[in-house]
């Protein structure tokens, strides 16, 4: 009975989100951690979307992420105090930047494709590195705040309140959830499994191979920088860490982690990475080699993640 | 004018020998083991601090020989180790794979030998300036050139005229009729990725008398170098290194004209290239 183990899955998952700021300080966390988890996880899942379901490695989804805060909090700072105006134009500036990138890696495959989207990532970083008077260099964009959401009837506090900012970080990564399984389930998200099963066969078939891929990358990086801004508003700081190469390894390896052939495994993944990281960093200063040996172990024993294993088990 | 534009070429040049340097060694690992290593930079810093470490014992010249050796056999064992279990699967493991080791050699670094910048000691006649009006030819970049032109000339020959070589060259092209004619695959690509590693090694040693020392000082070499690789062309090793010093220099002659842009038209060249000729300058067709 997949279908309803998939449904109870479901619901687990959406009850223990929505029941966070509830659950997470009793035990011994913090909400503001519960956000971050939802933030990366849709990072992750937007990776994935391209990753797991569509079979194409990109290393570089660092870059429409950083894109999407840097619109987000340059707007808010320096054209107009809204929040959801400054996530439209982070999102519309990133989405627009990866469309047209798009076209130039998509006839790329495999390493090749990959290595072209670490080295088109860090273009971005560098100029939010380089171009000191807007970006603010190193420094990064800071002097600025999320502003409170005004709906007209009602005026929701995201600011000040935690909790109304975890609600109104789950909202949207609900409606982006909901939207990346719409797709997934649509005749265009069968063609994406299929080209990523069997690339060649797909083309016999009549498959317009190349745009499918580009129109996957493109709305992967729209769910990418959709987080980003969110990142942004989370920690109304963005500086150019955001879009640096290690940050497209995070995402990775949180969809390698919780399991890349399932969707929720991304969730768990950024739950898994960031909960650990949380700890790690707090007790040793030497952060960076646990976080280096978890990829390696990850990768040695790990490799089809979480998720992937409980199927394999289930399935035995 | 011309003096400071020929500096600039000059200077472009040295990065460019050093791009080329490592992109050489990914690309010889990429080519016949199909592994980004992204611990690159991680081993080219190993190198300069193990010179660092070397040099009171063997003298400048003793760590220039030694250290390169030590960091190839480091990567001998790690491939050995680590990096054998993931040949056959998809690309993504190796690359996650190697990007955690950048990240523990960088930690690692920092751990033995410290976060702050330590000095390097060149010999002093090399430190001098060769002639006064152009006063960038110190004896320092121009050893160094010669010694990255006689080391990829080396290269070379290596792949060219000997057995090892001839069957790098065959594995890249073909893997599996390779080990059907009976190499050992496994040999092969072992030694093959500790050359790579040697080539990282080296230019670390060389890079830290004029970058300076610190953990972190490969980052700022490992992008230009998959640059210089898709600019010169996947598979190909001229192109690579053609790439390499291409790039290099376009970034020094740009720095004349407009310095804010010297490491933009890098990236700018890359996509020029891939506009126009998705394999590269020198690759292969329908190779990826």
Redesign the interface.
Known sequence: MPAMNRRAADILIWFLLLAAPWWLPPAGSYIELGTHVVVYALAAMALNFL?GFTGV?S?GHAAYFGLGAYGTAMTIKYLYPSTPLGMLVGIVVATAAAAIIGP??V??????F???T???G??FY??AF?WRSATGGDDGVSAWRRMPLDLGVVQIDILNSPKAFYFFVLAVFAVCAAAMAFLLRSPFGRTLLAIRENERRARFLGIPVDRHIWLSWVVSCFFVSVAGALFALMNNFVDPRALR??QS?NF??MA?LGGMRSFWGPLIGAAIFLVLQDYISSHTE?W??F??????L???FF?RGVLGLVRRRSAS | MTQLLLFNVFNGLIIGAFYALMALGLSLILNLSGVINFAHGGFLAIGGYLAYTLIPYLGFWGALLASPFLVALIGVAIERVLIRQLYGRDPLYSLLLTFGLAFMIEDGTRFIWGAQSLPYQIPNWLAAPLSTTYFFLTGYRVFMMALVAAVVFGLFLILNHTRLGLRIRAGTLDLETVSTLGVNVRVLRNLNFGLGIYLAGLAGVLAVGMLGLQPTIGDNLIMPSFIAIIVGGLGSLPGTLAGGLLIGVASGVTSVFLPSASEAVIYVMMAAVLIVRPRGLLGEEGRF
């Open positions: 990753l490695l290393f130039l890696i006839r790329l495959r495999g390493v090749y990959a290595m072209c670490i080295a088109f860090q273009v560098f100029i380089q190469w290690d390894g990775v390896i390698v030497n960076m080699s976080i280096g040996l978890f990829f390696v990850i990768v040695l490799p």
